[in-house]
């Protein structure tokens, strides 16, 4: 299973928010670039990034960060945030992003979703991000009437590469993430699940280690140390793939089987 550190850029800042909300934002670093090596230097490898500013207002505000992590750092990289158009979607694979994480559009446009994942194989994950078990879109400010578990089985037929699914009321809270939610959606969904929201400690990281997961996404328990990184990674070296399978890798990196599916 991988171990995913987040970078989520605002103002090209590395910032992190309480429950997705701008009011609650702390500033961790002024040189996203340095903390995309540190993560590398400490054994991640991958890395997950969020243009908040691009979420909020509907395009990527911070490509121009992404790119200097891009030649920074020569592991995998996948990047969300505003990209809801294909020349966005153009512009991030041609600089060598690995994976594109598609949210808002996505729910409003699903023959969009199935154009890209047909275009560009093993490119396209789909970011579910649930509040009360309702997906939630634009950067988290709106909420709308489908669950999350319905459009992931809708998705299904498009074959992303996977879902990262967040628990907004977890996210950067540092209270543990939602166990019995994320465990419900894994059992529902027949795509590979990267569980993100509320990880707060070594504890959670090995408890979620033996859910079938292709990974979980770390970030403000990294920046504020309750989590050391290495340990981590560690820990999920160690352990088997959900509960009695060694986890599968990909040349890329991704664990899972080569058409995209848990194995």
Known sequence: MLIIPAIDLK?????????????YETVFS???????????????????????DGAFEGEPKNTYIIKQIRKSVDIPLQVGGGIRNKQVVNELLDL?????????TALDSPEWLFELCSEFPGKIAVGIDAEKG??????????????????ARE???????????TDIEKDGMLQGPGFSGIMDFT????????????????????KLSLFPLEGMIIGKALYTGDVLLSEAIKMCKSQTYGVHRPCPTRPNGIAGRADGRRA
């Open 96 to 104: 060598g992003i690995d994976r594109l994480v598609i949210g808002t």
């Open 187 to 206: 059992k529902n969904v027949n795509l590979p699940v990267i569980a993100s929201g509320g990880i707060s400690s070594i504890e959670d990281v090995k």
């Open 11 to 23: 103002d090209g800042k590395c910032v992190r928010l309480s429950r997705g909300k701008k009011e």
């Open 134 to 151: 309702k997906v939630a879109v634009k950067g988290w400010t709106s909420v709308s009437e489908c669950t999350a578990i319905d459009f």
């Open 30 to 52: 002024d040189n996203p670039v340095q903390v995309a090596k540190t993560w590398k230097e400490q054994g991640a490898e991958y890395i997950h990034i969020v243009d908040l």
């Open 155 to 165: 998705i299904e037929k498009a074959n992303p590469v996977a879902i990262i699914f």
